[in-house]
């Protein structure tokens, strides 16, 4: 399965964003996530969607973010509110052995 992401961009200190990750294929029977990466650190999980639907997130995104999926359109999302300068990062959308390409997203404070 090939991912595409898409959705990033530049937003003020307290804004929204979403994030999208189209498949190419079915994605109903795989976990999905979406994992950052800020300049100088380590990729780190942000959320992740099961098949059936359960979510986990990074403490530092808890309340703000909100992962979900459509298996209809092979498509996950990540909407992202009150938004900090340090989710300043590129994101990049995972599933079963597979990654996307990257969104690059930019908080000003």
């Known amino acids: 399965v090939q991912l595409q992401a898409s959705g990033g961009g530049l937003v003020q200190a307290g804004g929204s964003l979403r994030l999208s990750c189209a498949a190419s294929g079915s994605i109903s029977g795989n976990a999905m996530a979406w994992y950052r990466q800020a300049p100088g650190k380590q990729r780190e999980l942000v959320a992740l969607?099961?098949?059936?639907?359960?979510?986990n997130y990074a403490d530092s995104v808890k309340g703000r973010f909100t992962i979900s999926r459509d298996n209809a359109k092979n498509t996950v999302y990540l909407q992202m509110n009150s938004l900090k300068p340090e989710d300043t990062a590129v994101y990049y959308c995972?599933?079963?052995?597979?990654w996307g390409q990257g969104t690059l997203v930019t908080v000003s404070s």
């Open positions: 995972w599933s079963t052995a597979s």
């Open positions: 969607i099961r098949s059936g639907g359960s979510t």
